[in-house]
């Protein structure tokens, strides 16, 4: 059997699509890149056995013989790294998010279109059981069309902040606005569906208290209120919530699915209901359908309810050939995370509409090919927004190495479990000798 050969940028995001190809029988990893030199060294010795070469500079990874690259580094990065891959002939699986400026939107459409590569978004919770299940039945047609859905992402990160941003003010999730990280909440509805966005209407949350403890400067949580192509309407809410929530429902003209809340403790996203009839505008008694949707072994193994599996499983069958495998293109990919740029467009505004552009359309994206417009200065040059509607804030210093001493504890800790297990690894090949 053929094995695609794959090289992954980002070894801590990266480490399940490192595990995946370990595992399966038509893909291997060739290459692993990161500029984290001891993130590297752990990796070389999880990694004993296989033939890997490994980088700190991404131009000298992509000269490295491989088919693909699967790009697991920060968020704000992808854009850049997967036009400069598919330029050099690689396929690319990107994860979350896909550009962070409409100028990148453009660039990165028009170098999927120019090389003929494969690229596909990451956006595993478009495969998570609950969204999977709900996409097989709304093209069955058992909802009819769609009129409402919700989408909702929150993820309380204060707990695991100094694990995920070192204490560092300069990292990206201290920096981005409060609509931006959008494809957690929307993408599995539009992903389900297969409408386009046509609008929207951004909010942010001013009630910062938690996030600025957190070193974060924008809005807490973001919504966006977003209107499909065919009248039907999005909410999309996610951001740091007290309570971490992943839940998702869709109403059509011939009846109502979502998935469990996580707090009934009933399957949470292994879990759908379903109320349906083949009437529309006119109701049905009819009983609600409860179950648990099925995953394949190897996929409860790997994180995000399985997703993190599927998301390579259709990327690497597609690279094979697979017509039918279920990866998200580019522009599946821009109709998810764009409503976040201009949510926050929307909230400067005084939260007015905002049309969402289709640069499926030459003459559309000639009219952004200069927009920077972000709140990354490196990336915005002198189109940078403020982080906030109500501006960018000043947090004290001492926030920031607060969090900072937290990461070199658990760091520390970390550190010693991983020398604990190499040592118990040792003593096991010693005695088996």
Known sequence: ???????????????????????????????????????????????????ITYYTEYDEFLKH?????????YATEHAPFAIKAMKAGKHVLSEVLPVQTMKEAVE??????????????????????????MRKLYREGRLGEFEYGEGEYA?????????????????????????????????????????????????????VDRARRMGRKRGQFGIEMVTLENGGIVKSVHGDLYRDSVWYTLYGSQG??????????????????VNSDEYSGEYAERP?????????EMADDFGHGGSDYYCMKHFINRLLGDETAEIIDVYEALNMSLPGIFAYRSV????????????????????YRNDTACTIASAAGDQLLPTCSAGTPEIDPAVYEGIRQKWLVIKERKE??????????????ENEN
Not at 17 to 45: P, S
């Open 288 to 296: 609600v359908e409860s179950y648990l949707v099925e995953m394949e």
């Open 416 to 429: 010693a479990e991983a020398r604990e297990e190499e040592a118990k690894a040792l003593a096991k090949m």
């Open 108 to 133: 990165l459409v028009e170098t999927v279109e120019a090389t003929g590569m494969i690229y596909a978004y990451a956006e595993n919770y478009c495969y998570m059981p609950a969204p999977r299940e």
């Open 256 to 273: 109502r699915m979502e998935s469990a809340r996580e707090d009934a403790e009933h399957g949470d996203i292994y879990r759908i209901y």
């Open 155 to 207: 993820h309380n990160c204060e707990p695991i902040n100094p694990e995920i941003t070192y204490g560092d003010p300069d990292h990206w999730r201290n920096n981005t606005y409060s609509t931006y990280y959008c494809t957690h909440s929307l993408g599995p509805i539009l992903h389900i569906t297969g409408l386009r966005p046509v609008s929207v209407i951004g909010f942010e949350s001013l009630k």
């Open 1 to 51: 059997m053929k094995k695609i050969k794959i090289g992954v940028v980002g070894v801590g995001r990266g480490k399940n699509m490192i595990r995946y190809c370990a595992a399966v029988d038509n893909a291997e990893i060739v290459a692993i890149c990161d500029k984290w030199a001891d993130g590297l060294d752990m990796m070389k010795k999880r990694m004993t056995g296989h033939s």
């Open 65 to 73: 013989d491989m088919d693909a690259v699967v790009l697991a580094n």
């Open 348 to 367: 400067l505004n005084g939260n007015q509409s905002m049309a969402i552009p289709d640069l499926r359309k030459k003459e559309v994206r000639d009219q």
